[in-house]
């Protein structure tokens, strides 16, 4: 909530600067990779599937401004998505490309 709040507003303080990612080799990469799956996993599940009706509800009442700042939020929200949709097709093709060239157990 604080999130959204901050973004309406067009300002967020405070909070650590994220390090540029880097190759660190396979194991430290994949290690990283299924870190980061996981949280956008459980958001998904356990928050944004299930508030999709109570969203529908919210988005009909907004007006004005706050429609417009939704607005520009969703825009943002389907390029991120659909850029997130066509990478994480491109890794776990790289991820099962990986697996076959496992030697044999």
Request: proline share 2%; net charge positive; charged share 30%.
């Amino acid at each position: 909530m604080q999130r959204a709040i901050q973004q309406l507003r067009g300002r967020v303080r405070g909070g650590l600067r994220r390090k540029e990612a880097k190759r660190q080799g396979l194991v430290a990469d994949l290690a990283e990779l299924t870190r980061l799956t996981r949280p956008w996993n459980d958001f998904q599940e356990r928050v944004w599937a299930s508030g999709a009706s109570d969203y529908e509800q919210e988005v009909r009442g907004l007006k004005g401004e706050a429609a417009g700042n939704v607005a520009a939020m969703l825009d943002e929200a389907t390029r991120n998505l659909w850029s997130l949709f066509t990478r994480a097709g491109e890794a776990a093709k790289l991820v099962e490309a990986l697996r076959k060239a496992l030697p044999a157990r």
